[in-house]
């Protein structure tokens, strides 16, 4: 059984190529560089399908009555690779079957020890569509419909005793590193009672715990996902790469959901990489005579890794600095990197202890002759 497994966290299923929008594959390059580091893997590549503007799309397209809504998500994960070229370690949505049957092994065993409850709840219903709009009137994202009207429903609801953490710095995999103080802070700023079922057209339907019409809340569906793709990898310590923004997000109503039979779910904080203006980035590495080959390594392999070391983002600014230790890390590669350095780095990579890749000395014997790449597709979806 593997020790620690790094795996991305969900990748919201947008209308978006990874090849337009490189921002969006940064935690799963990362999560694969380390694998490969760590000698495990590869781990399937993460996807999240239960959103309201998927339901929106859906239902505004004008095939919707012959295409099938998880079909149609189904297409929107394989439009965003090359023919062909779909990831070693394949692909799973936050609604696959094993993520369904352990999000309900996991809910019915927290429902039998009263840690959830289902119970009576005031809510309001869109007048249009009949999706909860919250507890406060305000147009329905799921319809865009203004009215709304009050309803009492039975809900999933986890009442928290007051204080209770839902985040702590034990919950992150980053050896040495700088507690991440504002996330734990955001974190902890929600409601004693979170309702942890919601209305959306796809999901994890909870009507085999007679809750018809409702759906687990995706932001633990997401970490379910982790735990699913951890026993199927048969990996006990699952580190998910997320950025704090998406971690602030989905951490509480996550936080019942992290352990699992002995597997425990980790968080690897990554900072966003500036890949937006690609004419600067070309333009820098031509300046700097870059070849194409060094160029990818840099963009796909070492800038992914960078952002899990400088947490708080990479900046444009920074990217000439990080572009010229590149290539002085790279023409120091050795031929045969060491055992003792392998092994040391590996100790590193597992612990959580990313420091190591603005050492040039470690990083020359850690980059590899390719980086692992699964052909994203260069056309957005829909294109012909």
Not at 203 to 230: E, T
Not at 324 to 338: E, I, M, S, V
């Amino acid at each position: 059984m593997n020790d620690v497994l790094y795996i991305n966290g969900p990748v919201q299923n947008g209308p978006f190529t990874i090849a337009d929008r490189p921002g969006k594959a940064a935690g799963i390059r990362a999560a694969e560089a380390l694998n490969t580091l760590l000698g495990v893997g590869p781990a399937p590549h993460l996807w999240n399908t239960v959103t309201l503007a998927g339901d929106l799309r859906h239902r505004e397209a004008p095939d919707r009555d012959t295409v099938g809504r998880q079909e149609r998500e189904e297409r929107a994960i394989a439009a965003k690779y090359a023919p062909g070229a779909a990831p070693a370690g394949g692909v799973l949505t936050d609604t696959a079957p094993v993520v369904t049957a352990l999000a309900l092994e996991m809910t019915e065993r927290l429902l039998q020890d009263g840690v959830l409850a289902v119970t009576p709840v005031a809510v309001r219903l869109c007048t249009s569509c009949r999706h909860m709009t919250g507890a406060v009137a305000h147009a329905c994202r799921a319809c865009r419909h203004q009215g709304s009207r009050p309803h009492t429903r039975r809900l999933l609801v986890w009442d928290r005793s007051p204080g209770t953490p839902v985040l702590a710095r034990d919950d992150f995999h980053a050896h040495r590193a700088r507690s991440p103080a504002h996330l734990l802070t955001i974190a902890q700023n929600v409601p004693d009672r979170l309702i942890l079922s919601r209305t959306r057209d796809h999901g994890i339907s909870l009507a085999p715990l007679g809750l018809d019409g409702l759906v687990l809340d995706p932001r633990a569906g997401v970490h379910i996902a982790v735990l699913a793709a951890a026993v199927q990898s048969n990996a006990w310590q699952p580190v998910m790469t997320v950025t704090e923004n998406a971690a602030a997000n989905v951490a509480a109503y996550g936080a019942l959901f992290r352990r699992h039979n002995g597997t425990r779910l980790r968080y690897a904080l990554h900072g966003r990489i500036p890949y937006d203006d690609t004419a600067t980035l070309q333009r820098m590495c031509e300046v700097h005579r870059v070849s194409p080959a060094l160029r990818e390594l840099f963009l796909a392999w070492f800038l992914p890794l960078c952002s899990l070391h400088i947490r708080a983002g990479i900046t444009e600014a920074q990217l000439p600095g990080l572009l010229k230790f590149w290539r002085r890390a790279h023409l120091a590669r050795p031929d045969t990197p060491g055992s003792d350095v392998l092994a040391e780095l590996r100790r590193r990579v597992a612990a959580g202890d990313m420091r190591w890749v603005m050492d040039a000395r470690t990083l020359s014997r850690a980059i590899p002759e390719h980086p692992v790449t699964h052909g994203f597709a260069e056309e957005p979806e829909g294109a012909s």
